[in-house]
């Protein structure tokens, strides 16, 4: 979990903070054509937003071009942290299937590639706008992670088979 600002924090009355919503996101990331360890396929990401009420608010996915899995994972927080912005919550449930993704947004894993130091601080950046943001790793086996996973293929087999 991480706080991103006190409760007496006078930056707290702006107004992105003003709803007491929670919202859920679900983000997955993957590469196709990297089968040599880091090098870099064809990635793309997908994710799903849920309302406080557990309702489903959005979806997408979006093709990134060159990537590697882990940066492809961190595109597709990054792009869904950015549309959970319209939705003006406080709190920000952040549920993915990527261990390196969740211990590093949670500071408990050094990011040692530049790239992903590049993404996870653009990550942070958006973040920093909700007045409480938590990471969680889940199962692949989830039934939201399946779904953008889905998704994501889809969108990888539709760009890359034509």
């Not at 489903?56 to 996915?61: D, I, N, P, S």
């Not at 492809?72 to 549920?95: D, Q, T």
Request: overall charge positive; glycine content about 8%; proline content about 3%.
């Amino acid at each position: 979990m991480v706080s991103n600002q006190s409760s007496n924090d006078a930056s707290y009355n702006h107004p992105i903070f003003l709803q007491p919503l929670k919202v859920q996101l679900f983000t997955d990331g993957g590469s196709r054509g990297n089968d040599k360890g880091e090098g870099k396929g064809q990635g793309a990401g997908a994710w799903m937003i849920f309302n406080e009420k557990g309702n489903l608010v959005e979806k997408g996915a979006k093709f990134f071009g060159e990537a590697t899995n882990n940066e492809a994972e961190y595109l597709a927080l990054i792009e869904g942290l950015k549309l959970v912005l319209r939705y003006k919550p406080s709190k920000v449930c952040c549920f993915s299937d990527s261990l390196l993704l969740v211990n590093q947004m949670q500071g408990n894993f050094k990011i040692k590639k530049d790239q992903l130091k590049k993404m996870a601080k653009e990550a942070k950046k958006v973040a920093a706008y909700f007045r409480f943001i938590e990471y969680r790793h889940v199962p692949r086996s989830h039934p939201s992670i399946r779904m953008v996973d889905r998704m994501l293929n889809k969108i990888l087999d539709q760009t890359l088979n034509g």
